[in-house]
Each structure stands twice: as C-alpha cells, then as structure tokens.
C-alpha cells in the first residue's frame, strides 16, 4: 500500500501555547481525513485569533486532549529536545498465514508529522536593579513576547493551510470509506523525540503490527 507522508513545518513555541498549537493542527488533521458522517464544530482558539474545526465527536476530543497531555508531560521530562508527534491513519486487513489461522494487518497509509522547537524561559538575574531599568526591562519582555506570539500566529496559519493543501492535493492513496458514521480511519498519535533514531524503526514495527489497535 502506498503511503504518503507530510512533514508539517517545525514552529517555536512556549509551553504554555503547545496545548492551544497541538488542538489546531491534530482537530484539523483529524477532521479534513473524517470522511463520513460528522457534525463540525467551529472553535475559537484560546490564545490566537485563529477558528479551526472539531469533528464533534466527543470521544475524539477526548483522545487528543489525553494525548495533547502525554506530550506536555514528555516535554517536561526532555526540555532541551525538539519534539514530534506524529499522527497515522490506517486500515486493517485480515491476513491468512500457513501456520497460526488469520491475523489482523495494520496498514498505514499516511503519516503527519508535528515538529515543534519547545522555548524555555531565560533566567533572569537576581540582582538587584534600579526601579526604572526593572520597569524597561519587563515593556522590552512583554513587547518581545507579542511580536513572538504574532509570528506563532502567522507560521501556525501557514501550518493549516500546508494540511488543507496536502489533504486536497493528495487523495489517491485514501483506502474506501470502512464507515458511514464518525471518523471513518482508525488513527494513533505517536510522541517522540525528532532526534530519536529509533522513532523511524518503531513506526516501521507499528505498520506491520498484528492484533486489534484501540482506536483514538
């Protein structure tokens, strides 16, 4: 089966944005590959000016704020890696083999993946200061952190419609609709380091995995 990969373009951003970033990018992904029957839900983000969409599934929701989480989390534990996360959509074939009777095939047929540069705060002198300089200093702060936010903004606009053009330029390799109702792929989202060199052999292991995935 054929394959096709997206690597979305890698963004900057604080800890406290990744939730809003992950929400956009994962709901928009999810909802441009849900091809039955959905009811979208537009929905303002929290900290940009920016309205992405939500299938209105809630046990989608559910799954990607769990794994929106884990992936806070692994930052947490890894603060000085960059980070991925990769979203796959497959199928699942029965397969016959010689010895053990039928066994379930997960084929992937595409995989996004999410490339973000995680900033940590600069830590700033304990030494005292004159008053006005103090007051200089956080205008410079705050000023610095709005023009960052705004250019955020901007590569994470640039981000979605890097999806929406994937999603239209890219259709021929989409297997026939299993379902009529809800998300018709099952799906997994995979946390790991961009710098791991053992991400690529784990997902290579999970396109051959057998058995009967959980579906996020």
Partial sequence: MNCEV????ELEVEQLEIREVLRCILHTIVFHRALGLIRPKDVD???FEITYVQCGVAEVEKKIEEKIDQFVAWVEKHPN???????????????QAAWFGNKTERLIWENWYINLNVLHPKAHSS???HAKVVVGTEVNMLDERSTRRAALESSLRDVLFQIIKFVNDKKDHIPPVPNVEGVSFPYEITISSSSDSTFGM???????QTGHPTML
Avoid: A, T
């Avoid at 997206?6 to 373009?9: E, F, I, P, T, Y």
């Avoid at 991925?84 to 699942?92: R, V």
């Fill in 127 to 129: 030494k005292p200061h």
């Fill in 6 to 9: 997206c690597h979305l373009n």
């Fill in 81 to 95: 890696k960059k980070s991925q996360i990769c979203l796959s959509f497959y199928e699942l074939k029965n397969k």
């Fill in 202 to 208: 784990d997902m290579l292991k999970r396109m051959l």
């Fill in 45 to 47: 983000s929290e900290i």
